[in-house]
Nanobody, 121 residues
């Protein structure tokens, strides 16, 4: 059984910082790419950032210069350092990973349960 467990969400004032973590565990042979998405109330889920196993990153324009994605390969954990937070960053943040499990024949995508981030003005 595979689990992606997010942590680190909470309530913060505008201009503040939070660090999200997502740890993947279970029968994992390899991880390709890990991503952070977010979904604000009444809006579609959107990509925030991704990182490959080789360390190549992408951050969407709305968070560039403020958010940093990183990964600890040894711990199968991805992080999202969020600085200079704005009220419009308020959302549920989800972790997503492309995993190859022991005994599997193909890659598959997995999601975490989400963690709430609320930024007050």
């Amino acid at each position: 059984q595979v689990q992606l467990v997010e942590s680190g969400g909470g309530l913060v004032q505008a201009g503040g910082s939070l660090r999200l973590s997502c740890a993947a565990s279970g029968n994992i042979f390899s991880i390709s790419t890990m991503r952070w998405y977010r979904q604000a109330p009444g809006k579609q889920r959107e990509l925030v950032a991704h990182i490959t196993g080789g360390g190549i990153t992408l951050h969407v324009d709305s968070v560039k210069g403020r958010f940093i994605i990183s990964m600890d390969n040894a711990k199968n954990t991805v992080y999202l350092q969020m600085n200079s937070l704005k009220p419009e960053d308020t959302a549920v943040y989800y972790c997503n990973a492309d995993l190859f499990l022991h005994g599997a024949t193909s890659w598959a995508g997995y999601w975490g349960q989400g963690t709430q981030v609320t930024v007050s003005s």
